[in-house]
């Protein structure tokens, strides 16, 4: 099946900074990107839809200036978590799916963020 | 009314039998179905879509799709130590661009 592959796989920052977790379509090109959001024990919340070359669609609840999407190219989106907050730790997954395939959703291997 | 509704379990079944785990959603106009699979700490895996009303099996999966009744479930059989996981039962939004609505999942636990 297809690969989504995601970076970096930890990461761990000091309040106030901003972290990019980048996630990439290895085998296709996906003109739409979805990230996630999960924290413990709780199931995959959608976080935003990233379109390539335009912006990104937001779910309702999440701030845009805060968790910022860039989807430059057919294998790239970005979520950059600015002036980030021990809330705002969570595990981040993207997904992806190929368009030349089935529905299926090919997901990478999510970012654990913790922010101290 | 949640969108995608699990039972959180957790699930206990002994190793070898049949473990079902079940899921419904609201939109009628949902089209797609799918279960994934996560382990602690993981990304979440496909086990099983299903399109159609009726049952699919792969190996020891079989998903079952009603949607008259708008009901999906997964069964396992022959339960292993290793299916020990959090099941995650997810919608295709009826727009099909790849969005998903998942559901809290269900945590099962097969004892040896």
């Known amino acids: 099946g297809a690969v989504v592959s995601q970076h970096p796989s930890r990461v761990i920052c000091k309040s106030g900074t901003s972290v990019k977790i980048e996630c990439r379509s290895l085998?296709?090109?996906?003109?739409?990107m979805f990230w996630y959001r999960q924290f413990p024990k709780q199931s995959l919340m959608l976080m935003a839809t990233?379109?390539?070359?335009?912006?990104?669609?937001?779910e309702q609840g999440v701030e845009k200036d805060k968790f910022l999407i860039n989807h430059a190219s057919l294998t790239l989106s970005t979520l950059t978590v600015t002036s980030a907050h021990p809330e705002d730790s969570s595990f981040y997954i993207c997904?992806?799916?190929?368009?030349?395939?089935?529905?299926?959703?090919?997901f990478g291997q999510g970012t654990r963020l913790t922010v101290v | 009314q949640k969108e995608v509704e699990q039972n959180s379990g957790p699930l206990s079944v002994p190793e070898g039998a049949i473990a079902s785990l079940n899921c419904t959603y609201s939109?009628?106009?949902?089209?797609?179905f799918f279960w994934y699979r996560q382990y602690s700490g993981k990304s979440p895996e496909l086990i099983m879509f299903?399109?159609?009303?009726g049952d699919k099996e792969d190996g020891r999966f079989t998903a079952q799709l009603n949607k008259a009744s708008q009901y999906v479930s997964l069964l396992i059989r022959d339960s292993q130590p290793s299916d020990s996981a959090t099941y995650l039962c997810?919608?295709?939004?009826?727009?099909?661009?790849?969005?998903?609505?998942f559901g809290q999942g269900t945590t099962l636990q097969v004892k040896p």
């Open positions: 990233s379109n390539e070359g335009s912006k990104a669609t937001y």
């Open positions: 997810a919608v295709n939004a009826p727009s099909n661009t790849g969005k998903l609505i």
């Open positions: 299903i399109y159609s009303n």
């Open positions: 085998d296709f090109q996906a003109t739409t």
């Open positions: 997904s992806a799916r190929d368009p030349g395939g089935t529905t299926e959703a090919f």
């Open positions: 939109d009628r106009g949902s089209q797609s």
